[in-house]
């Protein structure tokens, strides 16, 4: 087997996609996490090692966006439950009170809190640790805690930004774009099945359209999660993913549509102008996810308005002239609503992405 380049080329497109996926990144970023923390603790002497070294562990996130955002989470979260332990410890022991009145009330004060805001749950942990088992200085030993966590949660960001670094908002902008173009690929082979008069196309059988759907709205919650704009807040890729979550809401229907009995005389009236209409569609998300990939590049023509209205103009002169039975004219009138709120919705996305730069 002799070596070529396009053969290095292949070989080297394969490892960085190999090295890009999360079941890589994390466990390196993790570990590095971990050793930042560890080092620079006992570098300095620090107490508490075991502190920074668990926030470095549980901060790093799949982006960037994400593990800065649970890191400030878990800072914040940790001084809240310091201040609940460093303040009703000492009152507790000052009012003779047993400790049990200080655990029930910083945990119960924590508790409240993060059920309001489920961000700020680590209160829990430094409210419970400060109350059961205090420190002999209870606010040195506060401080110490709150120090290395603060180094930790500090670790696991530098190693985000270090180690093979992921921003949310691009990978949210690529998953949108995929899961649009399977999404017109399901599209086109409903037609050419409606057509050529076999079984429609399911869309549980192309788990790779759920997978980039789950993807990209995990990726916009971990984006939105830091809204800053050199982080990568992106204002646009937001509306987009809410207009594809509306897009998508036509899925079932076409689903369900694809499940009703076509007589032969149905797929023959109707497939040339239903692959009309879905070749537009499919050349109109061609452009779109071309767009949402690159926010700079042009916002595409709205292309299925002029097919749409053949395809209705065709329903409209065979139903006129009686060539559809009545059971026809049900199936053909569900067909014709489906391919309108497609239409509709592809419509409404090119108007998203075409929003004046201003709005971002």
Request: charged share 20%; with cysteine; aromatic share 8%.
């Amino acid at each position: 087997m002799f070596f070529t380049y396009s053969n290095f080329l292949k070989r080297a497109a394969d490892c960085r996609a190999a090295i890009g996926q999360d079941s890589f990144r994390l466990p390196l970023q993790t570990v590095a996490a971990v050793l930042l923390a560890y080092g620079w603790m006992t570098w300095r002497q620090m107490p508490d090692i075991a502190w920074g070294a668990f926030s470095a562990l549980f901060v790093v996130r799949a982006t960037v966006e994400g593990t800065v955002g649970e890191a400030a989470a878990r800072i914040l979260g940790a001084m809240i439950g310091v201040a609940l332990g460093v303040t009703l410890t000492p009152l507790a022991g000052a009012a003779n009170l047993p400790a049990a009145w200080s655990i029930v009330a910083g945990v119960g004060a924590a508790a409240c809190l993060s059920m309001r805001w489920p961000t700020l749950n680590y209160s829990l942990v430094t409210a419970t640790i400060l109350t059961v088992t205090p420190d002999v200085n209870i606010v040195a030993g506060a401080v110490n805690k709150t120090l290395a966590i603060v180094v930790g949660s500090a670790s696991g960001i530098l190693a985000a930004f270090a180690v093979l670094p992921l921003s949310a908002r691009r990978s949210m902008r690529f998953n949108l774009a995929a899961s649009l173009e399977i999404y017109g690929e399901l599209l086109v082979d409903w037609a050419a099945a409606l057509h050529e008069g076999r079984q429609r196309p399911r869309p549980r059988d192309i788990p790779a359209m759920e997978r980039t759907r789950w993807r990209a709205r995990d990726m916009a919650i971990q984006s939105r999660s830091v809204p800053l704009q050199f982080l990568g807040w992106d204002k646009q890729a937001h509306r987009l993913q809410d207009r594809l979550e509306e897009l998508w809401l036509t899925v079932p229907l076409m689903e369900r549509v694809g499940a009703v009995v076509l007589t032969d005389n149905v797929c023959h009236r109707l497939g040339p102008a239903l692959d009309d209409v879905a070749a537009a569609a499919q050349a109109q998300i061609d452009e779109l996810a071309r767009a949402i990939r690159d926010s700079a590049a042009e916002a595409p023509l709205c292309r299925t308005g002029n097919p749409f209205a053949r395809l209705d103009a065709v329903i409209q002169e065979v139903g006129h002239g009686g060539g559809f039975t009545p059971a026809e004219r049900n199936s053909v009138d569900l067909i014709r609503w489906a391919w309108q709120e497609v239409s509709r919705e592809l419509d409404a996305l090119c108007e998203c992405v075409d929003r004046p730069a201003r709005d971002q």
